[in-house]
């Protein structure tokens, strides 16, 4: 029955998915008509529509509006970047092929894979998702070979079930933003960083309180069980249902630093003291920080630079690395064209007092119990309109901290709740899945309904731990 259930949902999803883009500009739209009818009440009668629409198009094109995420939008195109680059490493391939012979079952493999895709997922985001992809396709392969029919769509989205974990991982968006002044101002209006500011002292939300408490070890460590049991529990157990994936078997891998040199050029590309020395660089540079802060108070820019020296470590050579990193980089054509839109919505709803307004309302029926159940839920429905954890940040995280605030909900519980919406709905949103769908060639449609199954009992189990603790 659940299997059935997961096909059916595919079929329906696959109807009434539009293009992420096309959400972001639908989004943007809206909001300024918000902005321009009911925002602005704090101005007085004296303001007419002109004046409201002047004031609308100041904020959302000036600093704090278009342009306010590009150092966090580069930081985030790095990050997928760098995973990419890193899975595709020979000692990462050679532990998924490793990996992909394990399986004795179409139920095992979705499982495994499963598991896999959300312990990478943690480690990072970008890490998570081409590992599940590449994961999916070569125990597809593997599967085909040892003649096991698998279904390459539940295989799929197996692989894709990192993406329901990562943002209470080392890559979340909200929480690395927290840990300090400079990364809070980067995403977060300059009123809620005042706010947050105590005798000139940002009071900085530790990575302790956030990713590493026990509500989030509880939520992370259930869903490294329950993720996978869903996903055996979803395979097709009649024969006719299964559609294999189409990968073929010739080795797809490419070893780019091995060849004839030719010249002083060659060697230098594919010399290994070249990239160890950056990689070293980066790796001190890692250690001083967490000599003069803590490593609790990583960042984005502290995670990348271990992302980006693991990378140049395992691939051996700039060659091997920067092609890599090429292919990683198609990826991120949807950080890059969304991000300004996701920034000048907010630059709107805080200028407007959109976003203050939304805050009381929730905390005029919130209350310390049901403030992060509320904004757990509320997060899901906004991550479908803003399909990016530190774009949703930057507009939710005002309203969200200014709630648990009025409530008395701690900074960190705020953050989780945001998080833990905005990863489960993931697996309804496209946008990320793009990159999965290119390596498996698998379509989007085929994965949803299974996806949407995975997202129901996970939301639930979410929901248990912002219940309980």
Not at 13 to 27: C, M, N, R, Y
Not at 101 to 115: D, L, T
Not at 300 to 320: F, K, Q, T, Y
Not at 362 to 376: H, M, N, R, Y
């Amino acid at each position: 029955m659940i299997a059935r259930l997961g096909a059916s949902l595919s079929k329906l999803f696959a109807k009434t998915a539009p293009d992420p883009f096309v959400i972001a500009i639908g989004l943007t739209l809206l909001t300024a008509i918000l902005a321009v009818t009911i925002g602005y009440s704090d101005q007085g009668a004296d303001w007419g529509v002109g004046d409201k629409a002047n004031a609308m198009l100041d904020s959302w094109r000036g600093n704090d509006g278009l342009w306010k995420f590009l150092a966090f939008g580069m930081q985030m195109c790095l990050i997928l970047v760098t995973g990419h680059a890193l899975a595709a490493s020979r000692p990462v391939r050679r532990m998924i092929d490793g990996l992909a012979a394990m399986p004795r079952s179409a139920a095992g493999a979705a499982a495994m894979v499963g598991f896999f895709a959300i312990v990478f997922g943690l480690i990072n985001w970008g890490l998570g998702l081409i590992v599940g992809a590449l994961l999916a396709r070569e125990v597809a392969r593997s599967l085909r070979s040892r003649g096991i029919r698998a279904h390459g769509g539940l295989l799929a989205a197996a692989g894709y079930t990192g993406l329901i974990a990562w943002h209470g991982g080392l890559s979340g968006s909200a929480p690395l933003k927290m840990t300090s002044q400079a990364e809070a101002a980067g995403v977060l209006p300059a009123s809620v960083v005042e706010g947050m500011t105590v005798d000139g002292v940002f009071s900085g939300v530790s990575l302790s309180e956030t990713v590493f408490s026990p509500m989030n070890l509880f939520v992370s460590g259930g869903l490294l069980v329950i993720v996978p049991l869903v996903l055996w529990m979803l395979t097709p157990k009649n024969g006719e249902e299964i559609v294999e994936m189409h990968v073929t078997d010739d080795v797809e891998w490419r070893d780019l630093d091995e060849g004839r040199l030719n010249g002083f050029p060659d060697w230098i590309e594919q010399s290994p003291m070249v990239v160890w020395v950056l990689a070293i660089g980066l790796l001190a540079g890692f250690w001083r920080f967490a000599m003069q802060s803590s490593v609790l108070k990583v960042g984005p820019n502290e995670i990348n630079m271990v992302m980006l020296a693991l990378g140049l470590i395992l691939h051996g050579s700039v060659r091997s690395y920067v092609s890599a990193a090429e292919d990683g980089a198609r990826g991120c054509s949807g950080i890059i064209l969304q991000f300004p839109l996701y920034a000048g919505i907010m630059g709107m709803g805080v200028s407007s007092g959109l976003v203050a307004d939304f805050s009381h309302w929730i905390g005029s029926f919130a209350t310390e119990t049901t403030a992060p159940l509320v904004t757990f839920v509320s997060a899901g429905v906004v991550n479908l309109f803003v399909p990016s954890g530190g774009g949703q940040w930057g507009i939710q995280g005002p309203i969200a901290l200014s709630t648990g605030a009025e409530v008395g909900v701690s900074p960190g519980k705020m953050i989780m709740a945001v998080a833990y919406g905005d990863q489960l709905t993931n697996m309804l949103q496209p946008l990320w899945a793009l990159p999965l769908l290119a390596i498996t060639r698998v379509k989007a449609r085929e994965i949803v309904g299974y996806t949407a199954v995975v997202m129901v009992v996970a939301g639930a189990w979410m929901a248990v731990g912002l219940l309980v603790f």
